[in-house]
T-cell receptor, first 114, second 113 residues
Framework: DVKVTQSSRYLVKRTGEKVFLECVQD?????MFWYRQDPGLGLRLIYF???????EKGDIPEGYSVSREKKERFSLILESASTNQTSMYLC?????????????FGDGTRLSIL | AQSVTQPDIHITVSEGASLELRCNYS??????LFWYVQSPGQGLQLLLK??????LVQGIKGFEAEFKRSQSSFNLRKPSVHWSDAAEYFC???????????FGRGTSLIVHP
């Protein structure tokens, strides 16, 4: 079974802090994704990566950056956290060499910015 | 660009009743379609997917979905709902050559005993 592991289930940070959310997958997937989920808005794509050191902006990249130094790990960085970044963050991964393979999701990190 | 609409924000059913969750998509060619379920406090889990072939697809947990090209729909069904099915359900669509699906906003299923 594919395992996507997010480092924290709950996280509380203060405004202005630099925040790191970590995600690791164990199935050698090429593609990795970061979403945020807010009530009534569904899932919104922040960034994705299709290879090591490669990244692409999603629909809402402002205020975020990402890092992918190793194939299995994809980090989301909030450069200077703000209260409007309080949300549920979901990491996902999928195969890149086969079109339209389903994504596998982690359990999410519920982030609160005070 | 593709889009997905889940018209129902909330659905309430009694345990043992049948269920149908609606999903409509907008895309010119045959899309790749998925249904995911999210239990409270969890990530999304794939229920089923449609790529081609038989338009009625079976998934896990007793769910099925039917692709209807003429209606641009991919509705999820279950003949008898269990209390443990209470969750958020997401429909997603991807197009040929893209590995980035577009998600609907979700339908929250409430199950009454």
């Amino acid at each position: 079974d594919v395992k996507v592991t997010q480092s924290s289930r709950y996280l509380v940070k203060r405004t202005g802090e630099k925040v790191f959310l970590e995600c690791v997958q164990d199935m050698d997937h090429e593609n990795m994704f970061w979403y945020r989920q807010d009530p009534g808005l569904g899932l919104r794509l922040i960034y994705f990566s299709y290879d090591v050191k490669m990244k692409e902006k999603g629909d809402i990249p402002e205020g975020y950056s990402v890092s992918r130094e190793k194939k299995e790990r994809f980090s989301l960085i909030l450069e200077s956290a703000s209260t409007n970044q309080t949300s549920m963050y979901l990491c996902a991964s999928s195969f890149g060499d086969r079109n339209n393979q389903p994504q596998h999701f982690g359990d999410g990190t519920r982030l609160s910015i005070l | 660009a593709q889009s997905v609409t889940q018209p129902d924000i909330h659905i309430t059913v009694s345990e043992g009743a049948s269920l149908e969750l609606r999903c409509n998509y907008s895309y010119g060619a045959t899309p790749y379609l998925f249904w995911y379920v999210q239990s409270p406090g969890q990530g999304l889990q794939l229920l089923l997917k449609y790529f081609s072939g038989d338009t009625l697809v079976q998934g896990i947990k007793g769910f099925e979905a039917e692709f209807k090209r003429s209606q641009s729909s991919f509705n999820l069904r279950k003949p008898s709902v269990h209390w443990s099915d209470a969750a958020e359900y997401f429909c997603a669509v991807a197009t040929g050559g893209s590995y980035i699906p577009t998600f609907g906003r979700g339908t929250s299923l409430i199950v009454h005993p």
